[in-house]
T-cell receptor
């Protein structure tokens, strides 16, 4: 299985809602990533987990809260988002030791109303 | 800090013609370079990578890239373009910082192949 899956594919939420994005991989990768991507722009790194521990937090607002319950699963909890947070949220994974490329999921298209 | 630059926002080419999408890099140490493609409303798909070895790297869907150390370039090429190659292409470099490893992307180049 060489796939990274993300759910849901689309999400519309109000500014007072609480929602979560889910990412899963079964490739035995020990590093997982969250990126935010605006239309026709490059992905921007948000968080990196290595061996289920947060190793990089790129100054992301606290309304985004990542969680890595186990080595296969990565969540992004959302609370009190702003309309400018509307974007494609991409999850990726890579082998920790022999890091040669990242594998990306299809993304969750988030719209904040 | 590691970085890559894609000087063209858009490249237009006719089907059947060769295509080139440009990328230059700035790194300290040996570069780990990548090309990814993104189709509309989809995630990123890995095309190819340069780690070490031959300067001409072959990848998925008939794409190849040439690593040129003297020009600090890693241009993506294909001998004969297809309409289905129309997409957004990203060049990227691996950045190994103290806190971890991540990809640094160029701004992206939109490839449009006309029939």
């Amino acid at each position: 299985d060489t796939e990274v899956t993300q759910t849901p594919k689309h999400l519309v939420m109000g500014m007072t809602n609480k929602k979560s994005l889910k990412c899963e991989q079964h490739m035995g990768h020990r590093a997982m990533y969250w990126y935010k991507q605006k239309a026709k722009k490059p992905p921007e790194l948000m968080f990196v987990y290595s061996y289920e521990k947060l190793s990089i937090n790129e100054s992301v607002p606290s309304r985004f809260s990542p969680e890595c319950p186990n080595s296969s699963l990565l969540n992004l909890h959302l609370h009190a988002l702003q309309p400018e947070d509307s974007a494609l949220y991409l999850c990726a994974s890579s082998p920790e030791r022999d890091w040669t490329e990242q594998y990306f999921g299809p993304g969750t298209r988030l719209t904040v109303t | 800090a590691q970085s890559v630059a894609q000087p063209e926002d858009q490249v237009n080419v006719a089907e059947g013609n060769p295509l080139t999408v440009k990328c230059t890099y700035s790194v300290s140490g040996n570069p780990y370079l990548f090309w990814y493609v993104q189709y509309p409303n989809r995630g990123l798909q890995f095309l190819l990578k340069y780690i070490t070895g031959d300067n001409l790297v072959k990848g998925s869907y008939g794409f190849e890239a040439e690593f040129n150390k003297s020009q600090t370039s890693f241009h993506l090429k294909k001998p004969s373009a297809l309409v289905s190659d129309s997409a957004l292409y990203f060049c990227a470099v691996r950045d190994m910082g103290q806190a971890g490893t991540a990809l640094i992307f160029g701004k992206g180049t939109t490839l449009s192949v006309s029939s």
